[in-house]
């Protein structure tokens, strides 16, 4: 995302310098020239799988600097050193070939016919094997999948998640019944070939529309969550928890977002739209207090759970609305010091911006999954008194056309 050749000193991002060492220089990319997937442009996922890794991240260091070079410096895109399967929560949807024979999959981009997937170069090849036994047993235990046509069937989605740090694996059935015919033996099968699953569980989605998990969960085998290990800190994943898919990736980034604080140990801290408290719980160890706001429920006790887990006493997690709760703040007179937001997509809205204008923190940290609403919403926090100082954008997600980003404001 840039304006510039890549031989100007601005394109350094390729070479590990002191001042770039969160850069990494990226592997070969031999695979994506030699073979790419015969999906490719098909699912609509890789975009950039006929670029090399050099080239794609060139390209989204372009754009970034299309969107924030007016703003601020655009620092060296973080990228991976292993940009290849790297997805850590693969989900695969059950359908019939013309043969009736099961196949499961991505459907095509924009149209819902089902491309089956035998391997996938982003997704976990662990995950990606335990979907194939899955798809294999079904015929000996007479299991057949879901067809939304006549809605008659049993499976329609294996979900699977695994731990960087911690390898522990959960597999999650969503049936479209709560009755499974010989689910312990299906599991016990299961096992026989992946020792290595920690927990099963099966979830119930009778629904028509397009969300893969319903309401009701039933653990067939194991604790029915796993627990993996991000920045030091112990968090704890449930079938419907959120938790980045690319967690290499995300320690980066959250370290990058805590290192542009520069916490003391005095600071009060609040955590927006803080989820399962992730970004809150990492910043605890350099802040003095830290407040997490949420509006839903479930994952504020997620991140309650994820405190206790941790042992963190300086941190505190109220349910409301990011902009209501900071501007209840402000009338209260509430000191805060640093304000840390990860927005959905859809980036923050004004209320929560002139909340934060309010309440007058020396710093923000907008961490974005979208650069495009990111530009929006520093140009809207600029004419509050904000001024944005630097950019980092981080490739969470290789071989796409996705860029994260984490930004730095002061306040003027």
């Known amino acids: ?242 938790y980045q898919v690319n967690p290499v990736q995300a320690a980066k980034l959250y370290e990058k977002a805590i290192e542009l604080a520069e916490l003391t140990g005095r600071e009060t801290v609040v955590d927006a739209y803080c989820g399962t408290g992730t970004i809150g719980l990492i910043a605890s160890k350099k802040a003095g207090n830290v407040i997490g706001v949420e509006n839903n429920g479930d994952a504020v006790r997620d991140a309650i759970g994820n405190a206790k887990a941790n042992d963190v006493k300086n941190i505190r997690f109220y349910r409301d609305d990011a902009g209501h709760f900071l501007t209840s703040c402000a009338a209260d007179e509430v000191k805060v010091d640093v304000v840390i937001m990860d927005p959905p997509r859809a980036g923050s809205s004004e209320a929560f911006l002139d909340a934060v204008a309010k309440i007058g923190p020396r710093k923000v940290v907008y961490v974005s999954c979208n650069p495009e609403t990111l530009e929006r919403d520093v140009t809207y926090l600029e004419k509050l008194g904000y001024r944005a100082k630097e950019v980092w954008p981080v490739d969470m997600f290789p071989w796409t056309g996705a860029c994260e980003a984490v930004c730095l404001l002061s306040k003027s």
């Not at 703003?71 to 009736?100: S, T």
């Not at 997937?117 to 299991?143: N, Q, Y």
């Not at 008659?152 to 694996?169: D, K, N, P, S």
């Open 1 to 242: 995302m840039e304006k510039r050749s890549r031989n100007e000193k601005s394109d350094r991002f390729l070479k590990k310098t002191d001042t770039q060492k969160n850069a990494v220089k990226p592997a070969a990319d031999k695979k994506a020239a030699k073979a790419p997937c015969p999906l490719f442009k098909k699912c609509g996922s890789c975009k950039y799988l006929d670029l090399s890794y050099e080239k794609q991240l060139s390209e989204k260091q372009k754009e970034m600097r299309k969107l924030m070079e007016k703003h601020c410096k655009v620092q060296p895109i973080i990228g991976m050193e292993n940009p290849y399967h790297y997805r850590h929560k693969v989900q695969a949807v059950f359908g019939m070939d013309r043969k009736k024979n099961p196949i499961s999959g991505v459907y095509e981009e924009k149209s819902h016919r089902l491309l089956p997937v035998e391997t996938c170069l982003i997704e976990d090849e662990r995950a990606d094997a335990i979907i194939g036994t899955v798809r294999g047993l079904l015929k000996s235990f007479k299991i057949k999948v879901y067809d939304e046509d006549t809605g008659y069937g049993l499976l329609r989605y294996v979900l699977v998640r695994r731990g960087w740090q911690t390898g522990e694996i959960m597999v999650v059935l969503v049936t479209a019944s709560p009755v499974f015919p010989s689910k312990r033996n299906f599991v016990d099968a299961l096992r026989k070939v992946h020792p290595e699953i920690t927990t099963v569980v099966q979830n119930v989605n009778n629904r028509t529309d397009s969300l893969i998990l319903g309401d009701k969960y039933q653990t067939l085998y194991g604790k029915g969550y796993i627990v993996d290990e991000l920045c030091g800190m112990k968090f704890k994943i449930s079938p419907a928890s959120f």
